[in-house]
């Protein structure tokens, strides 16, 4: 087998005395999709945080693409190939909908301050492309009839929709989506499942998804991760994981009768 693109080695971070995860292994590989689940506050997002250089790990050891990211700040894990999104939806709401992702297409236009203090022809050719790639993601979600509009007057599952192209559109190799299902009914979370296959497929993306609803959960992961309390309490397919017995017991809070 080859080598993971994410391995998560014994992580764990501690605040004051509280020990939010520890001793959390996880492997990605190229292409997979994989899930991560557990109660409220059982450390998901948490995980999610040191992944992404939002929180520094205080042990063990993040690798993605060969390269350890423990002490990378937020930008510098993007950079290197890591986008996500977020539990709670953070567009730049006063933004139009292209705008928002022109920001995350800002590596395509390769012009200098100067170029662009004295708008000179390789300003506009800049613009020009982020602008024109810009368009097409928005296309691939179904938001181009809506590029003009600030993203604070989408429909909820539009923003959804937006925040997870702003997130591709940073070219990442590993996406990470934090409850991209969450305030969604059941017809919103079923094209939600569909977008995330084609994304993956189209995008050719490793995906890590955080969420609370099974069905989706069930539905498209091929191995999901569990934890409970900080802890990794198990790993494995979707039926593996269904009929686990501390799985149950961490959703449940009681003991399941064998």
Do not use: W
Request: aromatic residues 6%; hydrophobic residues 40%; glycine residues 8%.
């Amino acid at each position: 087998m080859s080598n993971p693109l994410l391995k998560v080695d014994h992580v764990g971070i501690q605040f004051g005395g509280l020990k939010a995860v520890q001793k959390f292994n996880m492997e990605l590989f190229e292409g997979e999709l994989v899930g991560l689940i557990g109660p409220n506050g059982a450390g998901k997002t948490t995980s999610f945080n040191m992944l992404t250089g939002v929180y520094k790990p205080t042990e063990g050891t993040i690798t993605f693409d060969g390269k350890v990211t423990n002490k990378l700040s937020p930008h510098q894990v993007t950079k290197n190939g890591v986008s996500r999104t977020f539990q709670n939806i953070r567009l730049f709401k006063e933004l139009t909908v292209l705008d928002n992702v022109k920001v995350a297409n800002h590596s395509l236009a390769h012009h200098s301050m100067l170029s662009s203090i004295f708008r000179l022809p390789t300003h506009f050719k800049g613009e020009a492309k982020m602008e024109e790639a810009s368009l097409a993601f928005l296309e691939i979600f179904g938001l181009d009839v809506y590029k003009d509009e600030l993203a604070k007057n989408l429909p909820y599952g539009m923003q959804r929709r937006l925040e997870i192209a702003r997130a591709l559109a940073a070219g990442p190799k590993l996406l990470l989506l934090d409850e991209p299902a969450a305030g969604m009914n059941p017809q919103e979370t079923k094209a939600l499942m569909d977008l995330i296959a084609l994304i993956r497929k189209k995008f050719d993306l490793t995906i890590l998804l955080i969420e609370h609803d099974m069905g989706l959960v069930m539905g498209i992961c091929e191995r999901i991760y569990v934890l409970d309390h900080g802890e990794l309490i198990a790993s494995g397919t979707p039926e593996e994981i269904r009929h686990n017995k501390k799985v149950i017991e961490a959703y449940l809070g009681e003991e399941v009768p064998l």
